[in-house]
């Protein structure tokens, strides 16, 4: 089993609308969690990370579930801009600078 | 604003080859990271460093090796290079806690 699985779509969402994805890690361990997004022949940029409290930046809401090991991103009014690869991160624990990606899901938003 | 940069976007080299890249970041930091992208793989980590002189295998190491001789720079080694490592090769850097990598813009490597 991978470590952070993920749906690899892709989603086709017209504009406007909102989508949401999921992550899910197996090591129970994982401490820190962040989202990023990887334009198509560019390299990964931090979206956002994810607190145990949930966050939310402006468009987007990240959202932990511990007790299920996932993590969700959502994305409300929709933005042809918003066309990326996002990959989940988790890290295994606080100290350990090593971070396990997934595979990332595809996003296409049509107009 | 980080910069990542890395020695070149594109590389053709021959099987059996030497291959050198080169990474380069500004902003002091700690870690460095070498991960290669192929599809439907995703991101593996081959080797990191929390430290000059220090390195610590990823998951897929074997066929490479690295250099960290100055805390700016981490250099990711091919030995002979062979066609299942045409890949397209990210490096990256972070500070100590752990906290967002920054990446580089990638070398897409071809072995023929």
Redesign the interface.
């Known amino acids: 089993r991978k470590e952070v699985e993920q749906d690899p779509g892709p989603f086709n969402v017209p504009e406007g609308a909102t989508v949401a994805f999921n992550c899910t890690y197996s090591n129970s361990a994982s401490q820190s969690f962040f989202w990023y997004r990887q334009d198509c022949r560019k390299e990964p940029k931090l979206l956002m990370s994810v607190y145990s409290s949930g966050n939310e930046d402006g468009r987007f809401t990240a959202q932990l579930n511990r007790a299920s090991q996932y993590i969700s991103l959502l994305i409300r009014d929709s933005k042809l801009s918003d066309s990326a690869t996002y990959l989940c991160v988790a890290t295994p624990n606080f100290g350990n600078e090593k971070l396990t990606f997934g595979t990332g899901t595809r996003l296409t938003i049509i107009p | 604003d980080v910069k990542v940069t890395q020695s070149s976007r594109y590389l053709v080299k021959r099987t059996g080859e030497k291959v050198f890249l080169e990474c380069v970041q500004d902003m002091d930091h700690e ?1 460095m990271f070498w ?1 290669r992208q192929d599809p ?4 593996r ?1 081959i080797y ?1 460093s ?1 430290d000059v002189k220090m390195k ?1 295998k ?1 998951d897929i190491p074997e066929g490479y090796s690295v250099s960290r001789e100055k805390k700016e720079r981490f250099s990711l080694i091919l030995e002979s290079a062979s066609t299942n490592q045409t890949s397209m090769y ?1 490096c990256a850097s ?1 500070r ?3 906290a ?2 920054y ?4 070398t897409r490597l071809t072995v023929t």
């Open positions: 870690n991960y439907g793989l995703g991101l980590l990191f929390y610590e990823g990210l972070s100590t806690p752990p967002e990598q990446f580089g813009p990638g």
